[in-house]
Each structure stands twice: as C-alpha cells, then as structure tokens.
C-alpha cells in the first residue's frame, strides 16, 4: 500500500504561481512512475502531468505544456508540480497518483494509476 499526500494548494491570482508537492510513504519510491491529475466541479478528472520512475521522462496535457513542470527527488519520496502563468481554468483539485507501469496510453486514464492521494486545492482569480 502506498500513501500520498498532497500540500502547496491555495488561492492565486491569474497569472501567479503555485508549486505542488506530493509525499510518498513507500520505500520503494523510486520504482513508481508518478502523476497529476485534477477535476474541476462537474468535471471528470483529467490528466496533468506524470514523470516516470526515474525522473527522466515527463509528460504534459496541451492544457499546461509550457506553463507547468513536473520533478521528483526520490531520495526524499517526492514529487513536485511547479505551476506558472495560472488562469481561472486551471482552478480544481490536484491529485497525485502512483503507479508501477503505464503507457502513453494509459497514463491518461484515471484507470491506469494504482494509488491516489486526497488532493489539494487549487484556486486561481481572476
């Protein structure tokens, strides 16, 4: 079983920044691929951001291509969301995710990921 918890969400200004952390309670860290989710009220969740268990790989939703940043410290048992130019839209809970395999294909899907954390909120004004 893996645990995560979310921190670093809150209230911004469009165009301000927020910097997500998720923490990870499993010592086998370094072999989970790591992503972001979010959902908006009456959304469905959708795919952010994911990396993969070494840090080399990143991925991003055309939604923030160029305006996020997706890392991970597997010594600390982290993974960060690095958020920038913020707007109204990017507004909804942040979930981080863990899973030990996926595929351009699957990291999308909501299915596809193992673990889940309980989100953070994210608020953007505008």
């Known amino acids: 079983q893996v645990q995560l918890v979310e921190s670093g969400g809150g209230l911004v200004q469009a165009g301000g920044s927020l910097r997500l952390s998720c923490a990870a309670s499993?010592?086998?860290?370094?072999?989970?691929?790591m992503g972001w989710f979010r959902q908006a009220p009456g959304n469905e969740r959708e795919f952010v951001s994911a990396?993969?268990?070494?840090?080399?790989?990143?991925y991003y939703a055309d939604s923030v291509k160029g305006r996020c940043t997706i890392s991970r410290d597997n010594a600390k048992n982290t993974v960060i969301l690095e958020m920038n130019s913020l707007k109204p839209e990017d507004t909804a809970v942040y979930y981080c995710?863990?899973?030990?395999?996926?595929?351009?294909?699957?990291?999308?899907?909501?299915?596809?990921?193992?673990?889940w954390g309980q989100g953070t909120q994210v608020t953007v004004s505008s």
């Open positions: 499993t010592r086998a860290f370094s072999t989970y691929n």
């Open positions: 995710a863990a899973t030990t395999a996926f595929t351009r294909a699957t990291m999308t899907s909501r299915s596809g990921w193992r673990y």
């Open positions: 990396i993969n268990w070494s840090g080399g790989s990143q």
